[in-house]
């Protein structure tokens, strides 16, 4: 079971556009701009590069605490609650 991300989050992804009639595959969602590259294979390793090079802090995403609402970083989607009320709740 590895289900991924919810609607509200389009991570880094590979696509497809195609250029001058061509398929072309690019890397999006990532700070820096990607190259493109003239196959899948390329890109997605392309990818996986950028994504290692990334920070783990710069990974935390923004959440809405579950029980309380205030803003905090989120370590993963397991993490919903902020550390407040993680404290005192024990779910
Ligand atoms: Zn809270």
């Known amino acids: 079971m590895s289900r991924i991300a919810g609607k509200q989050q389009l991570g880094p992804r590979v696509v497809t556009i195609t250029v001058e009639g061509r398929s072309r595959w690019r890397v999006v969602g990532l700070d ?3 190259p493109d590259f003239p196959n899948k294979p390329e890109a ?3 990818l996986h590069r950028e994504l290692a090079s ?9 959440r809405s605490c579950l029980r309380c609402g205030v803003t905090f970083k989120s370590q993963g989607f397991h993490h919903r609650m902020c550390e407040r009320c993680r404290s005192h709740a024990e779910i």
Do not use: D, N, T, W
């Open 54 to 62: 990334i920070p783990a802090a710069r990974r935390l995403q923004e």
């Open 44 to 46: 997605e390793r392309h």
């Open 32 to 34: 820096a701009p990607s």
